[in-house]
């Protein structure tokens, strides 16, 4: 069906959307009016065509592209697939800990869950502005750049159509091949085992195919990490949860440190300075000055869907150069725009207070915090400096006394090599008597030893792929054409892959409803 032809309440086709009598028929979202997603749920002990391991973005935008698909079930292997979503935090959340008032979204809202893929799909961005009556309000502000608690909203808005499939406060531990099929010998099935977060129970979930898509764990230096946790160390994802509790009172005065180089430390740095208005705070960064990250629009090509393609086809030498050359895209970089307004604030202090000493706001550059030490009261940090000139003996060991250190230092992205462990033995044999590597394809799926899994069976990675499949593997950038690729890669009826490209393109490029 073409774009211009809509079906009227009677289901009847209208050409150019003209329908006089009654309105164009388009899916509402959750609220009274509420249409159940085409997923459907499987009884715990029932053998699930897919379990999800993680109800984050990546995992939603492949609910959302299954839900899409389903209008075509013809494409699809199975005709209702039986699915389940494990998800270890009590509701849906999404960084949680780092939704600051002002900050902005670093991306545009056209690459949603959604738009990219169909932009006719009940979940994109514009959908749930209508949905909630901000459209046209949305469009005034003239942005692509929606406030993070806004983008919250949209995914929390995207999660609650999932509610029947998904269940909160389960600990994934592990996945478990099941017992080799009689008549080939070959794994037909996993068993995934989670920990009932309120329980404490152990339950386990049967099913052919498993996405393991949980993000990554906070990273900690080790001077941070060995010996010294304590709670005035607080990781960034945590820190609009841990802060308040350790400094409920937001006017008692305080010194506070942030610890890193990148847009999540320079957020936080300038949070700060509003929501305890007389701390005195220092950022420590690594680095001789704080770096822009760049996003113009050719740079901003690397995070195009096709050039995922092209990353995985280079060699690995070529893919490392490549990904050392576009980190400042990413990584240990911020936003120019706050960047702008941090050197502002700092600029007027300088302009009120002219002596460093009376600073109430630092920023230290060329600085590694080496130790830390634990005071009456205070925690003290040891900081290296890293420039240079004290190897001229030109500077002395600082000592900085602090309440609390807020660590922003990224994230790991390892969890899936713990879980998957008593499945290594699946694993494609090794090249050249190298040890079993945990390799995936260009579609994510991991690669098995082919006469010890079946086809029918298999485990693909979220979110851990950056070294094969680049930069944009972890970040929102991709995710709707991704979560098209994954349901075709899980479900997509064998002919699909053989069959005509516009097949193929609808299960990847347009869910349309026609």
Same mark, same amino acid.
């Given at each position: 069906?073409?774009?211009?032809? @809509?079906?009227?309440?009677?289901?009847?086709?209208?050409?150019?959307?003209?329908? %006089?009598?009654?309105?164009?028929?388009?899916?509402?979202?959750?609220?009274?009016?509420?249409?159940?997603?085409? =997923?459907?749920?499987?009884?715990?002990? &029932?053998?699930?065509?897919?379990?999800?391991?993680?109800? *984050?973005?990546?995992?939603?935008?492949?609910?959302?592209?299954?839900?899409?698909?389903?209008?075509?079930?013809?494409?699809? $292997?199975?005709?209702?697939?039986?699915?389940?979503?494990?998800?270890?935090?009590?509701?849906?959340?999404?960084?949680?800990?780092?939704?600051?008032?002002?900050?902005?979204?670093?991306?545009?809202?056209?690459?949603?869950?959604?738009?990219?893929?169909?932009?006719?799909?009940?979940?994109?961005?514009?959908?749930?502005?209508?949905?909630?009556?901000?459209?046209?309000?949305?469009?005034?502000?003239?942005?692509?750049?929606?406030?993070?608690?806004?983008?919250?909203?949209?995914?929390?808005?995207?999660?609650?159509?999932?509610?029947?499939?998904?269940?909160?406060?389960?600990?994934?531990?592990?996945?478990? %091949?099941?017992?080799?099929?009689?008549?080939?010998?070959?794994?037909?099935?996993?068993?995934?085992?989670?920990?009932?977060?309120?329980?404490? =129970?152990?339950?386990?979930?049967?099913?052919?195919?498993?996405?393991?898509?949980?993000? +990554?764990?906070?990273?900690?230096?080790?001077?941070?990490?060995? +010996?010294?946790?304590?709670?005035?160390?607080?990781?960034?994802?945590?820190?609009? !949860?841990? #802060?308040?509790?350790?400094?409920?009172?937001?006017?008692?005065?305080?010194? @506070?440190?942030?610890?890193?180089? $990148?847009?999540?430390?320079?957020?936080?740095?300038?949070?700060?300075?509003?929501?305890?208005?007389?701390?005195?705070?220092? =950022?420590?960064?690594?680095?001789?000055?704080?770096? %822009?990250?760049?996003?113009?629009?050719?740079?901003?090509?690397?995070?195009?869907?096709?050039?995922?393609?092209?990353?995985?086809?280079?060699?690995?030498?070529?893919?490392?150069?490549?990904?050392?050359?576009?980190?400042?895209?990413?990584? $240990?970089?911020?936003? #120019?725009?706050?960047?702008?307004?941090?050197?502002?604030?700092?600029?007027?202090?300088?302009? /009120?207070?002219?002596?460093?000493?009376?600073?109430?706001?630092?920023?230290?550059?060329?600085?590694?915090?080496?130790?830390?030490?634990? *005071?009456? +009261?205070?925690?003290?940090? !040891? =900081?290296?400096?890293?420039? $240079?000139?004290?190897?001229?003996?030109?500077?002395?060991?600082?000592?900085?006394?602090?309440?609390?250190?807020?660590?922003?230092?990224?994230?790991? /992205?390892?969890?899936? #090599?713990?879980?998957?462990?008593?499945?290594?033995?699946? #694993?494609?044999?090794?090249?050249?008597?190298?040890?079993?590597?945990?390799?995936?394809?260009?579609?994510? /799926?991991?690669?098995?030893?082919?006469?010890?899994?079946?086809?029918?069976? +298999?485990?693909?990675?979220?979110?851990?792929?950056?070294?094969?499949?680049?930069?944009?593997?972890?970040?929102?950038?991709?995710?709707?054409?991704?979560?098209?690729?994954?349901?075709?890669?899980?479900? &997509?009826?064998?002919?699909?892959?053989?069959?005509?490209?516009?097949?193929?393109?609808?299960?990847?490029? &347009?869910?349309?409803?026609?």
């Amino acid at each position: 069906m073409s774009p211009s032809l @809509l079906l009227a309440e009677n289901g009847l086709p209208t050409m150019n959307g003209d329908t %006089p009598h009654t309105e164009t028929r388009r899916e509402a979202g959750p609220g009274p009016e509420a249409r159940s997603s085409r =997923l459907r749920p499987c009884p715990t002990e &029932g053998l699930h065509d897919l379990v999800c391991v993680g109800f *984050g973005p990546a995992s939603l935008a492949i609910a959302a592209a299954l839900h899409d698909a389903l209008a075509r079930p013809d494409l699809l $292997g199975v005709k209702v697939p039986r699915v389940a979503f494990l998800e270890r935090q009590a509701r849906f959340a999404w960084h949680d800990g780092m939704l600051l008032p002002d900050a902005k979204m670093q991306i545009s809202f056209v690459k949603d869950l959604a738009t990219l893929r169909d932009p006719c799909s009940v979940f994109t961005f514009l959908n749930y502005l209508q949905c909630q009556g901000r459209l046209v309000q949305f469009t005034n502000l003239g942005t692509f750049h929606p406030l993070r608690t806004e983008y919250d909203d949209y995914l929390r808005w995207c999660a609650a159509w999932f509610e029947d499939v998904v269940h909160y406060g389960q600990d994934v531990v592990d996945v478990l %091949p099941d017992e080799p099929a009689v008549k080939h010998g070959r794994v037909e099935s996993f068993t995934v085992r989670s920990l009932d977060c309120k329980t404490g =129970l152990l339950r386990e979930w049967r099913t052919r195919h498993v996405v393991i898509a949980v993000g +990554g764990r906070p990273r900690m230096p080790d001077v941070f990490a060995e +010996g010294n946790r304590d709670p005035r160390i607080i990781h960034s994802s945590a820190y609009l !949860k841990a #802060l308040p509790l350790l400094l409920p009172d937001r006017t008692v005065p305080c010194r @506070l440190a942030v610890v890193g180089n $990148g847009q999540s430390a320079a957020e936080i740095f300038n949070d700060l300075h509003t929501r305890y208005p007389n701390s005195r705070t220092s =950022l420590l960064i690594k680095g001789t000055a704080l770096r %822009p990250s760049d996003d113009s629009p050719f740079v901003n090509e690397i995070f195009d869907p096709s050039r995922v393609d092209d990353m995985y086809r280079q060699s690995s030498i070529v893919r490392d150069a490549s990904l050392a050359a576009d980190r400042n895209t990413n990584y $240990g970089v911020v936003r #120019l725009e706050l960047l702008e307004h941090l050197y502002e604030k700092m600029y007027q202090q300088r302009l /009120r207070h002219p002596h460093e000493r009376d600073w109430q706001h630092r920023l230290l550059p060329s600085r590694v915090v080496s130790g830390v030490q634990k *005071g009456k +009261g205070s925690l003290w940090l !040891k =900081l290296q400096d890293c420039s $240079g000139r004290h190897l001229d003996g030109a500077t002395d060991a600082e000592s900085l006394p602090v309440d609390a250190v807020i660590v922003a230092t990224g994230y790991i /992205r390892d969890v899936h #090599l713990r879980m998957l462990q008593p499945t290594k033995h699946l #694993l494609a044999p090794p090249v050249n008597g190298h040890e079993r590597r945990w390799a995936v394809s260009r579609d994510y /799926r991991l690669q098995m030893d082919a006469d010890k899994v079946s086809p029918s069976a +298999g485990v693909w990675l979220q979110g851990c792929n950056e070294d094969t499949h680049g930069l944009s593997d972890t970040l929102l950038s991709i995710l709707a054409i991704r979560g098209g690729e994954m349901v075709q890669s899980v479900f &997509g009826h064998p002919t699909t892959k053989t069959t005509t490209s516009a097949d193929r393109d609808h299960l990847t490029n &347009g869910f349309a409803h026609h």
